[in-house]
């Protein structure tokens, strides 16, 4: 497909271009690549080892230890393989005794002055230099020079030993190309060379992950440091349930307690709630029989279940298989938000998902990011949007009503747009990118029919921004939409998710239609939810009539998602298992549904029930793969499939727009916190305020310190109020996260136009 725009072409994002095949050999055995893999992956992709010290395979080559060195026949020198593109019929070679050798040297250069007291050392039993020094049989430091003083530094949620440093660049990296901080800088200064902090005042949570790659210990975690060896933690695999991306964890324990998070970090990249909120467990929980008989009469005579993101694959179930076979209604809003609109998307695509990849935007040259502001909603998103920002220079349009000073080192065009209007911005870039694209003639006349006039008055976007946007793409190769939860509680959702899937359909956009956070999307696929209330309800981990809760204020306890087995659906449309990580000792849903007539030993038990029809496999839970292959490839799960759906593309003209004046709030939580389990997280204690500029506190009357009062879905909040500087505009950023049991109730249009009360100052 070809996208013409002004005598510029804009190829299809599908870009079926056949690799080209190579085949060499690497220590006389036979390899087959494709052109463009370097030698050491290609090493690596046939169980060749090469030693690497500074190799990070998510980032480009560093290339800065020399540990990687090859001999390639013809070729004079050592060559590096980690950043060497291999060539058809190359003979290589990979170990001998000169390589040896050099390699043994670089080791004694790492040893200089480094002071080896790793019986004190955090990293001991996990270290790189630890290991290779041992490998490369150095059992001396040879050489020492004067070594100057260097201050430990406590940069937050990580400390910076500069003696242990070995300059290898991975956090940088990490800084610069995935999670985009750009915190972390070299300073140069030969032998007293050392990573510097250049943002120690924003705190960043994220540079966690620049410690998960420092192969030594110069960069620990400050919560970690000095409490437990790595060898006497018990490593628990399983799925991170906070953000929605289900990303790979490592829960290490220790006699009950979750010391730290680990996880694949040569290949995967975790958000701080992942990283840093483990401790959200219901502790304590003996079977308690007079409750859970209660819970049982509370069943017997409700009308409705609530339930919270924070529901596993099987629970979703359960709680389907309840309503099939008692009526009960179903409603967790922002799940039912999103399967409506994901409906209404796929009735133009045809396809029961949007057909978008990570992998694809971060390949991207083009990036549009339309109701959501994604560094906060999902950070993992972010990482994507920033590596494709860095690798392939790609172009970010960002369209919100509200600018983020956090992506401006990404964003190279803000599109402001007004609050309510998302039809509208809908409807102007599917008309501007679609002008020159073959349309079946319903769609064709109702684009033909827009009044772009209005809609660009109503949405205070103007032509000329979006010419812009246009000329933006045009000879772009690959470019993404990613949308988000803005959109999906709006009024008018389900033509806005047609008029955008107009460009996965005829424009090959990749486009990403980020979940809610938790599992939302696992249960709008496996749920047949409701809209209304009927009878009374029962809650979980949501207030109701009845509450059966995690978050331990409940009229039932029931387990937190660490502490039972199940799956989740990540925002890769990847079913994810979860593990028990810590103990639990009382009833859970399972015992409930079977007490109400269901019949299943384990919660598990529902794995392979999971319904096909939406794309699930009938796969038991514990034969579901959990790793990373040598080379990166995840395989945890499965990936859903697709299933075909109706087509219907009956688009509609936008409606009129409500002006949205008066006092007007964003719900948006900071960027580690989705729920009242990250809230639960003592590591993640954060106050929550109602955060506006100078501009919102003017217009509404307030003062920095004020306590306020509003009300959004019958949910009273009191916060006090903070100016931040870093805002503009006359809307206020209020988070959600710290509501408990209330915090799933909120599940209305993100912006809120609200009466503000002030009751204190
Ligand atoms: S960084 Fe590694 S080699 Fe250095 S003291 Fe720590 S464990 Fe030992
Ligand atoms: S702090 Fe760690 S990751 Fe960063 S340069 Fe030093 S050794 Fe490498
Ligand atoms: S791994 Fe190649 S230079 Fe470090």
Redesign the pocket.
């Known amino acids: 497909m070809l996208l013409h725009i002004d005598g510029g072409c804009i190829m299809s994002n599908i870009r079926n271009v056949e690799p080209k095949a190579i085949n060499l050999t690497i220590d006389g055995k036979a390899c087959s690549a494709v052109f463009g893999q370097t030698i050491l992956e290609i090493a690596r992709e046939n169980d060749i080892y090469i030693p690497t010290m500074c190799y990070l395979t998510k980032t480009l080559p560093i290339a800065s230890c020399r540990m990687c060195v090859v001999n390639v026949e013809g070729v004079d020198g050592m060559i590096l393989s980690c950043q060497e593109k291999a060539t058809d019929g190359a003979v290589i070679n990979t170990n001998n005794d000169e390589l040896f050798k050099e390699r043994q040297n670089i080791m004694k250069l790492y040893n200089v002055n480094?002071?080896?007291?790793?019986g004190v050392?955090?990293?001991?039993?996990e270290?790189?230099?630890?290991n290779k020094?041992m490998e490369f049989g150095v059992s001396g430091q040879n050489f020492t020079t004067k070594e100057p003083h260097r201050a430990v530094q406590n940069w937050g949620v990580i400390s910076y030993d500069p003696s242990?440093c070995i300059m290898c660049e991975k956090c940088v990296r990490v800084s610069t190309e995935i999670t985009g901080d750009e915190a972390l800088k070299v300073k140069f200064g030969g032998y007293s060379s050392t990573i510097i902090n250049v943002k120690e005042d924003a705190n960043y949570k994220t540079l966690g992950e620049a410690a998960a790659v420092c192969p030594?210990?110069?960069l620990v975690d400050t919560s970690f440091k000095y409490t437990a060896n790595a060898w006497e933690l018990t490593q628990i695999p399983s799925a991170c349930p906070h953000c929605g991306a289900g990303h790979d964890v490592n829960y290490e324990v220790r006699n009950g307690k979750v010391y730290r998070v680990t996880n694949q970090a040569e290949f995967s990249t975790l958000c701080s709630a992942s990283r840093y909120g483990f401790d959200f467990d219901n502790k304590n929980v003996k079977k308690d029989v007079s409750s859970f008989n209660s819970a049982l009469k509370a069943f017997e005579n409700a009308g409705t279940i609530i339930f919270s993101n924070e529901t596993s694959n099987e629970e979703a179930l359960i709680f389907q298989k309840l309503k099939e076979e008692r009526g009960y209604n179903l409603i967790s809003s922002e799940a039912r938000a999103y399967q409506k609109f994901m409906a209404a998307y796929g009735s133009v695509t045809g396809k029961s998902l949007a057909s978008g990849t990570l992998e694809k935007l971060t390949k991207s040259r083009a990036i549009i990011v339309m109701g959501t502001r994604i560094n906060d909603d999902a950070p993992i998103v972010k990482y994507h949007i920033n590596m494709a920002s860095k690798w392939q220079r790609a172009r970010v349009a960002y369209m919100h009503p509200l600018a983020d000073d956090e992506i401006s080192n990404i964003v190279t065009q803000f599109i402001k747009y007004e609050a309510g209007s998302e039809e509208g911005v809908a409807a102007l870039l599917a008309d501007t990118l679609l002008k020159d694209v073959e349309l079946p003639d319903s769609v064709r006349a109702v684009l033909n029919d827009l009044d772009i006039g209005n809609l660009s008055a109503e949405s205070n976007v103007g032509e000329e921004e979006l010419e812009t946007l246009r000329k933006s793409l045009i000879k772009k190769v690959g470019y993404s939409l990613v949308v988000g939860s803005d959109l999906y509680a709006h009024p008018r959702a389900e033509n806005i998710a047609k008029l955008l899937a107009l460009l996965e359909k005829y424009a090959g956009f990749n486009v990403i239609c980020v979940p809610p956070a938790g599992n939302a999307m696992g249960i709008s696929l496996i749920c047949d939810l409701d809209d209304d209330v009927e009878g009374s309800t029962i809650g979980y981990n949501v207030q109701g009539d009845f509450t059966l809760s995690a978050l331990g204020n409940g009229d039932l306890d029931m387990p937190a998602l660490n502490q039972q087995e199940g799956t989740l659906t990540a925002l890769t449309k990847r079913v994810v298992p979860m593990n028990v990580v810590l103990e639990y000792g009382g009833y859970v849903l399972n015992d409930i549904a079977n007490a109400l007539g269901l019949d299943a030993e384990y919660t598990i038990n529902y794995t392979k029930e999971l319904p096909t029809s939406k794309g699930f496999e009938a796969v038991e839970f514990d034969a579901l793969p959990d790793y990373f292959d040598a080379v990166g490839t995840e395989h945890r799960g499965y990936l859903l499939n697709e299933v075909e759906t109706v087509v219907d593309e009956s688009i509609e003209e936008p409606a009129e727009m409500d002006a949205f004046d008066g006092t007007v709030i964003y719900n948006c939580n900071p960027q580690e916190h989705f729920s009242a389990f990250t809230a639960k997280s003592k590591n993640l204690e954060q106050n929550a305020y109602l955060q506006g500029s100078q501009q919102f506190a003017t217009a509404a009357k307030l003062r920095d310190g004020d306590t306020v009062c509003y009300t959004i879905d019958d949910v009273k909040f009191e916060r006090v109020f903070k100016i931040d500087t870093s805002l503009k505009g006359t809307i206020a950023l209020n988070p959600t996260f710290d509501m408990g049991l209330s915090s799933a109730l909120i599940s209305s249009y993100r912006f809120n136009q609200v009466e503000i009360e002030r009751v204190g100052s």
Request: aromatic share 0%; net charge negative.
């Open positions: 480094h002071p080896l007291e790793c050392c955090d990293k001991s039993g270290c790189d230099l630890q020094t242990l030594v210990g110069a």
